[in-house]
């Protein structure tokens, strides 16, 4: 999969969830997705906006929006984090970094004068 660009059709298979099912874009029709990237499970701010996400999910579903979570995290990682913070939506293992890429969403980061490779976060 390649960079997308503005106009472009996004994949019908978007990953594989902490259970191992494909999330696909078809499983939404009709409704709007929000795709978030995040960096790593467990991690205070990775947790605080998940657990927010989790707080709303009620109301994002209300006004017709459903939350799907990417990170580079296993599925393992994942069943984990789910679990201790009762989150109602999935979370796709994108170990292999193929979604995070192909959505401009992994890429170089300064952080305390060191470069890394990370995951920005981005909504779709």
Not at 69 to 91: I, M
């Amino acid at each position: 999969m390649t960079t997308m660009n503005i106009g472009d059709k996004v994949p019908e298979i978007l990953g594989r969830d902490e259970q191992g099912r494909d999330i696909r874009l078809s499983d939404y029709k009709g409704r709007k997705l929000v795709l978030y990237f995040y960096p790593k499970d467990n991690t205070s701010g990775c947790t605080a906006e998940a657990c927010s996400l989790r707080d709303h999910y009620g109301e994002l579903q209300g006004a017709g929006y459903e939350v799907v979570g990417v990170s580079k995290d296993s599925a393992a990682s994942h069943v984990k984090f789910k679990e201790k913070h009762e989150l109602p939506f999935p979370l796709i293992a994108d170990v292999d970094k193929t979604l995070m890429e192909a959505m401009a969403a992994w890429g170089e980061k300064v952080m305390y004068g060191k470069k890394r490779h990370h995951p920005h976060y981005l909504y779709y």
